[in-house]
């Protein structure tokens, strides 16, 4: 392709509202442009990028047995009501009506549209297992857009999900798509962990993210210092062994500690360490009050409180509602003489507290000398915080330390959740009716694309993988008005095509500087640059990894791109 022919806006300067390096360099090299907050045009550079993370994609879907197909953006309410997600989804699913006042969703997600095509369809365990996916746009109505491509409204994503007659069979096609993930984003080139994950609003269990590791990253992950364990810090069981101190019981007293509110105020005002205190928060599980009860210097992981509820919903209740249901505002709260509808459960480091201190439920007042069992009620004792950095790691080997990573995988095995919502069954051999055991298999595909950007970049500009690049040679003549250059560039256009390269050729009618900032700023893997000793039939080539510049007659260059693009 030549440059003039094609769309390659490039900026000079960082867009302001570009906060990272993948958003700033996509923008700059005019891969994309923005049209509203978090939706985006991708330019043909972008646009050819995609293509080829597509390919990657599409090759091991097919290897490992999946079919490909497309299923509508515009999805008929019915079939989310169907699932009862409609009713617990959250504002991220956008929600519209048409002419005729029916209710529609733009898809944030296929789970409901899949099942009602596959249970049309499917009758008899004869036809299972079956796994399809799809390439598509997908969108999101997210709070707050941001990093570019890493937190969109719109964005492209590849889907699959598999149905099966046995959990045997889910297991083992979860395994293979699992290894598939995997030599996706090995083929991609990134820095990659797989790790424990929590389901979310897709349901069911046994999860895995695919993490790419980074600075800006929005997901913590908990990993082994001396084993390959890793989770994401949401999902991290905390295996430390509390001791219980042999330390007499002292009597309960109630203190007065104006105006403070936090663990840290208390803990200074009292002149004790924040491990002292006992942590209260209210949460509201689906339609029931729960006490969380945790350690001053540990923090409530809401999802281990989800998940022991096996709830759709936990929200922490807003400061308002605290003061109605317990009387008191937040930095006073505590497990004593709670009102009997309001549940309370603890951390397991609760349990071994001695004369741990709390709030009174009265506005600047305070417990010391507090006991679990004897001073309040606790229904179950059970992991409820987040892990930290030094824990043991879970699996028994070594101890965790902390990773930033960017989500683009992620793998569920859904089980009946949906198939059973939406009387999605089977006949198995006994003639008998089934729901269908189902998993399902997510790629962000446009997040794919920045997750390369952000971890292939230097001061110039991007440095594209060759597999990934838009176009692998960058040929630049210098002056298009000197006859030999432009002739000697024309000629080997047509040759590198002829030999199958992928050539972007810089006939531009600018300055050499401009030329040689641009091509640095989009980052193919090699340039070519035809210059003054043109008519010697000589070449300078440049790897755009390295920086290593050779100079080189014409009849040896093929040979040698051939070599530098593997």
């Given amino acids: 392709m030549k440059q003039s022919m094609t769309l390659i806006p490039t900026l000079r300067e960082v867009p302001a509202d570009a906060e990272i390096k993948s958003h700033q360099l996509l923008l700059r090299a005019g891969f994309m442009r923005q049209n509203s907050s978090g939706v985006y045009s991708f330019m043909p550079l972008g646009k050819k990028v995609l293509q080829k993370v597509e390919a990657i994609v599409r090759e091991e879907m097919d290897n490992a047995g999946a079919v490909e197909l497309l299923m509508p953006a515009l999805q008929q309410a019915e079939f989310w009501q169907e699932s009862g997600r409609w009713y617990t989804y959250g504002p991220e699913l956008m929600r519209l009506k048409d002419r005729n006042n029916r209710e529609f969703a733009l898809g944030a997600t296929h789970e409901e549209v899949v099942t009602s095509l596959v249970r049309d369809e499917v009758k008899s365990y004869k036809r299972l297992p079956l ?4 390439i598509q746009t997908k969108f999101r109505d997210e709070q707050r857009p941001r990093f570019g491509l890493l937190r969109g409204r719109e964005f492209i994503m590849k889907d699959a999900y598999s149905f099966h007659a046995n959990q045997e069979s889910l297991d083992a096609v979860y395994e293979n798509l699992y290894k598939a993930y995997s030599n996706v984003f090995s083929r991609c080139g990134l820095d990659f962990r797989a790790v424990i994950a929590d389901s979310g609003a897709m349901g069911g269990k046994d999860t895995h993210e ?11 992950i908990a990993y082994s210092d001396t084993s390959d364990y890793a989770a994401n810090i949401e999902m991290a069981p905390v295996t430390v062994k509390y001791e219980k101190s ?13 105006g403070q509110k936090s663990i840290d105020d208390v803990a200074s005002f009292l002149k004790t360490d924040a491990s002292n205190l006992i942590k209260s928060l209210l949460f509201k599980v689906d339609e029931k009050y729960v006490l969380v009860l945790v350690r001053g210097d540990h923090e409530v992981n809401d999802i281990k409180v989800k998940n022991f509820y096996n709830a759709e919903i936990v929200e922490l209740v807003d400061p308002n509602e605290t003061k109605e249901v317990l009387g008191c505002a937040v930095g006073s709260l505590g497990p004593i003489n709670i009102a009997s509808y309001v549940e309370v459960i603890a951390d397991l480091a609760v349990e071994s507290m001695v004369n741990g201190i709390s709030g009174a439920n009265e506005e600047d007042y305070h417990y010391v000398n507090v006991n679990p069992d004897r001073d309040f009620n606790v229904a179950n004792y059970i992991d409820l915080r987040f892990i930290q950095e030094g824990d043991p790691s879970p699996d028994g080997n070594g101890h965790i330390k902390f990773a930033k990573g960017i989500e683009v995988g992620h793998v569920f095995k859904l089980g009946t959740k949906y198939s059973e919502a939406m009387n999605a069954t089977f006949l198995d051999e006994n003639g008998r009716s089934q729901p269908m055991i189902m998993g399902c298999y997510g790629i962000g595909v446009s997040r794919t694309l920045a997750a390369v950007a952000e971890q292939f970049n ?3 500009g991007l440095v594209w993988p060759t597999n990934l690049a838009p176009y ?5 003549p210098v002056n298009m008005k000197d006859e030999s250059q432009a002739e000697l560039a024309e000629k080997l256009y047509g040759e590198l095509k002829k030999q199958g390269m992928d050539v972007l050729m810089d006939d531009r009618h600018e300055r050499a500087g401009v030329k040689f900032a641009d091509s640095d700023l ?6 070519v640059t035809v210059g003054k000793k043109a008519s010697d039939g000589i070449v300078e080539v440049k790897i755009r990894k390295t920086g290593e510049v050779l100079e080189m007659e014409t009849v040896e260059l093929v040979q040698k791109l051939k070599e530098l693009l593997g």
Avoid: A, C, N, W
């Fill in 131 to 134: 796994t399809v996916y799809q």
């Fill in 210 to 220: 695919f993490m790419v590791l980074s600075e800006i990253g929005e997901d913590t």
């Fill in 246 to 258: 042999s330390e007499e019981l002292g009597s309960l007293e109630k203190v007065h500690t104006p």
């Fill in 458 to 460: 230097d001061e110039k």
């Fill in 472 to 476: 692998q040679v960058h040929l630049i």
């Fill in 522 to 527: 989009i980052g193919l893997p090699v340039r």
